[in-house]
């Protein structure tokens, strides 16, 4: 078949987009992608076998995303995009990532009879009920969550397979009535062809926690800090890594100092994937502390195994999927997410358990990502929908 992909963001990077691409080229078929540019990055370039087409997308345009639902701006340069695209190639299957361009892909491949596939990243109406920017009252005004979810409900219906990334994912839309049939979960596990295990490893000297992604206020790293500074008596000295960039930071470095543990906190600013294998390599434990909602209870980020595969133990929040994994697994502790106190406790068992710095554990924890949690068996369900 020939796909064309819409992404709303600059493409490479896209852990999952690439892993998607790699094995719909890999089964023989064509692959294009549509996406923006604010870089000046080339409007035709190839990654691996797929092409991809970039229109440059003014901050204005970029912005007016949040609004779509009442105005025009932003769903109408989408228009013109793909309208050049179709008079050029004949595609006959879309593939829209994200909840936000599905009226516009359903729009296309109504009129020129293609299938349509929406893939489903994430909750959509509930990231956009905890984005800061959603949050004064001019974001109130342009974006309307009952209308965001009134729009996912609709188009979830239109399109003919809707792929999430967990079960909970699943579950909750089919309590908003949609086809349990044509949903189908394609999850963010690791493909081992890209990943390397890191040389690199722990200081003896330190018990190293490392935290990496986005930093904001969602993310509950306050909470780690607060839980930093309830824990005493161990063996060793404690440190955090930080890495990533957000508009957090300063008000964590705030409360770190408040907590007198601003000693024990480190901002380590964004770094590239080889970079943070190198600190993942070097820390001991490894945080996925996301606040629970319904976001987080929705979704599953592509470290959790990532972190499973390099062996090394985790402590996540009780986020649903995050859970549900790590108990199954046993790759790790489960904390209330908005408890310092719990948090503290669940490290402290980590530290003194020495099932989590056996061989045994290492072994353990990757044999699960090469027996089940591994892109080869994702990709198996993506494929059938194209087949």
């Known amino acids: 078949m020939n796909i064309l992909m819409v992404l709303e963001h600059e493409f490479p990077p896209d852990i999952r987009v690439e892993n998607e ?14 996406c923006t540019t604010m870089k000046n990055k080339p409007i035709e370039d190839t990654y691996q076998k797929a092409t991809i087409h970039r229109k440059p997308i003014s901050k204005f345009i970029h912005k007016t995303s949040v609004g779509a639902l009442s105005f025009p701006f932003y769903f ?38 293609a299938k349509i596939t929406l893939d489903l990243h994430e909750n959509w109406p509930a990231l956009l009920s905890i984005s800061t920017h959603t949050q004064t009252i001019l974001g109130k005004l342009l974006s309307n969550n009952n209308h965001w979810v009134k729009y996912e409900r609709k188009y979830c219906q239109l399109t003919d397979n809707v792929i999430v990334v967990a079960d909970e994912a699943k579950k909750r839309l089919v309590d908003l009535f949609i086809d349990p049939k044509k949903i189908i979960i394609v999850s963010n596990t690791l493909n081992l062809k890209g990943f390397e295990i890191p040389e690199s490893s722990p200081d003896p000297e330190f018990i190293t926690l490392l935290y990496a992604g986005g930093i904001n206020k969602h993310r509950g790293l306050q909470y780690v800090i607060q839980g930093v500074k309830l824990l005493e008596g161990l063996n060793k000295k404690l440190r955090v890594w930080v890495l990533g960039t957000g508009s957090y930071i300063n ?40 606040l629970k909602n319904d976001h987080t209870d929705s979704t599953i980020p592509h470290k959790i195994f990532q972190y499973m595969y390099a062996g090394k133990p985790m402590l996540v929040s009780d986020c649903e999927p995050l ?32 099932w989590y710095s056996s061989v045994e554990f290492v072994n353990n924890n990757k044999n699960i990502i090469i027996e089940k949690y591994n892109w080869d068996e994702e990709s198996v369900k993506l494929l059938k929908i194209y087949s």
């Open 21 to 34: 691409i790699e094995a719909l080229t890999g089964a023989g078929h064509q692959v294009h992608i549509a």
């Open 76 to 113: 109408n340069f989408w228009r013109s995009f793909l309208r050049k695209l179709f008079k050029k190639y004949n595609f006959n299957a879309i593939h829209i990532h994200d909840l936000p361009l599905a009226r516009v892909g359903y729009e296309f491949a109504k009129k020129h009879e």
């Open 323 to 354: 859970k549900r994994i790590v108990e199954e697994t046993k790759s790790g502790l489960v904390y209330k997410f908005d408890c310092p106190e719990d948090f503290a406790c669940k490290l402290k068992e980590l530290v003194k358990n020495d």
């Open 251 to 290: 008000e964590l470095k705030k409360i770190a100092e408040i907590a007198g543990v601003e000693d024990k906190i480190f901002f380590e600013g964004w770094k590239n994937y080889t970079e943070m294998q190198t600190y993942s390599g070097k820390s001991n434990y490894c945080l996925i502390p996301h």
